[in-house]
């Protein structure tokens, strides 16, 4: 049996905690910290359930690269958090999340120069000869990466699920190597980006499972059989190009921490409530530059 790696999603767990966690957690100071205590009980629950043998939790940072310098119109569809008060601002309670992390002896980083999904497919590539990996997160993004040692937490606390080649094949009808190129063809709403005009899904889905790949599509655009999909494929080329360049995650950037520095040391901090509470009014407050954390979304 391999030993398994556990590698999580920083910023996304963060958003659905701080989004998904009832409003009224509040320290003795007034500070807010459901996202702060949300998240060390989902990481409490998943070392449970999954008994990792390595981890590692990865953030974006300010400086993630350049697919923004690729498409003005990629991820700006999030909103401004720069504008919203610490309540209503995720990134409020990242210094007591980082905090929290390091109470529970889980190893973090953030990430510079590219984005924090590209070192979590660099990983994955990297360890999944050596590794069973596991990857938390709900971003449908690292679906392409799924394989035999490579899938995704579905994340439900006691009634959590591992999707796999089977779950990518029944949900969207093509396989996880065709995940990128699916999304090419009828993009990402929540990267706001656009696909081919007239392409969804059961139809990328039939022109991925006749000609394999979207390389190989182009190069038989005259075997489509609908003429208006055949015209409008042909006529999105570049459109095409720019999405695989923002979809497709890079498995070649640095990995911040060797695998095998990974080893888990878990340790349980005790009360997840009232440590949470206590680190919100310790850290949460401090200087934090919100404008350049949201242009990590």
Partial sequence: MNPRLLLVDGHNLLFRMFFGMPDNFYSARRIKFNAVYGFASAIHKVQSLLRPSHMLVLFDSQDCGDRRQLDDAYKANRPDYSEMTPDDCPFTQLPAIYAM???????????????????????????????????????????????????????????????????????????????????????????????????????????????????????????????????????????????????????????????EELTFRYRHPGDLHELSSDLADEYIGREIDISAAIETL
Avoid at 106 to 125: M, Q, T
Avoid at 151 to 174: C, E, Q, R
Wanted: proline share 6%.
């Fill in 101 to 259: 992390l390091d109470e529970m002896k889980i190893p973090r980083r953030e990430i510079h120069g590219c984005e924090a999904d590209d070192v979590i497919a660099s990983y994955a590539i990297a360890c999944r000869d050596r590794f069973d990996v596991i990857i938390f997160s709900t971003d449908r993004d690292y679906w392409q990466l799924i394989g035999e040692h490579v899938s995704i937490l579905d994340y439900h606390g006691a009634n959590s699920s591992l999707i796999t080649p089977p779950t990518v094949m029944k949900k969207f009808g093509v396989t996880p190597g065709q995940i990128a190129d699916y999304k090419c063809l009828v993009g990402d709403n929540s990267d706001n980006i656009t696909g081919v005009p007239g392409v969804g899904p059961k139809t990328a889905a039939a022109l991925l499972t006749k000609f394999g790949t979207l390389e190989n599509l182009l190069d038989h655009i005259e075997e489509i059989d609908k003429p208006k999909i055949r015209a409008s494929i042909a006529e999105s080329r570049e459109r095409l190009d720019l999405n695989g360049k923002l979809i497709r995650l890079s498995d070649v950037v640095p990995l911040p921490i060797a695998p």
